[in-house]
């Protein structure tokens, strides 16, 4: 098995259920169970109603590009450059920072529409990455 | 009726070691040798320093320093977060702690080896699961593990909301590197920079270049503040404290403030320009020059708005009017700042804010009533003015 390059984040209580999505698959937003206000990154409790409760919904993965950057250097081990990180307003209305795969730097554009892919590392962690929305000008 | 901190204390002696890629020394050194050139600047005995502030960054703990330049008892000791956040909140504390009566002369420090010895950026790692690691965990993953790329990613959406484009930041590099054409202390001394060495330079993250960076550097500084009074006793003219406030709003993150609807302004520096205008009983037109904080060329051009010098998206008009240089409506950095004299985190800026009042600056402009200085951009803040006694 290939050597992991990747910083993994730490699982804790606040953050941990989030990485078993992207685990599993799913790119999930935290939702507020009393008053539906969803949120992220996720946190312990709602910014709106202070409830403690909260469950999660799984995006669609279908959002626009918000804001992006195209790193050069400095370049860490096992990344690509350039390296196109992005904003994404996802359409349920919250915004997911993330890498932009399958598009040359040049096409990179502000209000893009992307699109989810779960990308799997050869150690098998997973974490959602967006391309370019397909048929998207359809 | 005035607030109850304006002008009762003032910055009374600077003190800067000198500032290289490899000090050579240790940070403790550092630290200790910016104390006591404080204190000499001041005129005043390191055995009278009461309080001890410093950043949470700073490797430096406020008691080691206290016994290795001689102080004696200590009344106030602690360190502000935020990385370059923190450097005018260092004086905030000092200020409380002096007009209160709880202190009567502080020494705000940061000494580093930036370059030789521990460098920003490096990622952050560790085995404890705190909320602070848990928010660098949304970027690290992906790749995005330095100030510059989490900078570029607001400076991106600015600079397209706005129309301010690759020439307008080298205008900021550029003027910065010219004042340090005078300054000897400065990295950019006797390397003067043109628009075509900007642009030629790599891209970093895009859309910033190496010249829209920072220096990284060994050295230290630190600020004495003190009571007005006091000051106008010892050895230098006092840089008075008209206002000086921390800042943070709804939604802050560390550097990543990603989340808020607007992406195109700094709602934390605009909270610092309103409570330090309101604190100071001063505004945009009372500022004759500024060291607003530059870790990036973008962030200066922002803060042109924060701090109301003129409206949203103009920014990049009064750069182009040459407002920054040393005949223009704000002089800034005139030290050459963090991108071309060092990195102190800021402090530095600090220095040069009490020197532009004191008349010493190596590009001193004419008439300089009030100087504005600010804390790091993109994390929680701050603002200072300094004025004439
Ligand atoms: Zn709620």
Redesign the pocket.
Known sequence: MAQSFRMKPPMGEDNGWWWQEAAEGRLAIQR??????LRHPPRPV??????FD?DHVTASGRGTLCSFTILHHPQFPGFDYPLIIILVDLEEGTRFTSQLVNCAPEDVSFGMPVEMVMHEDPDGFRLPMFQPAKGAAA | MSHFLKDKTAIAGIGLTEFSKKSGVSELSLAAQATLAACEDAGLQPSEIDGFISYTLDSTDEIELARTVGANDLKLFTKVNYGGGAAVGTILHAVMAVASGVADNVICYRAMNGRSGQRMGQGISGQIVSSDLIHWSWYMPYGMLTPGSWIAMIANKYMHHYGVTSEDLGRVAISQRNYAQTNPRAFGYGKPLTMEDYLASKMVAEPLRLYDFCQETDGGCAILVTSAERARDLKQKPAMIRGVVQASTQGQEQMTSFYREELDSLPEMELAARLVYQQSGLGPDDINAACLYDAFTSEIIMQLESFGFCGRGEGKDLVRDGALDIDGRLPNNTHGGLLSEAYIHGMNNIAEGARLIRGTSTNQPKGVEHVLVSSGVGVPTGALILGQD
């Open positions: 507020c169970t009393q008053c539906q206000t709602c910014g709106e109603c202070h409830s909260w």
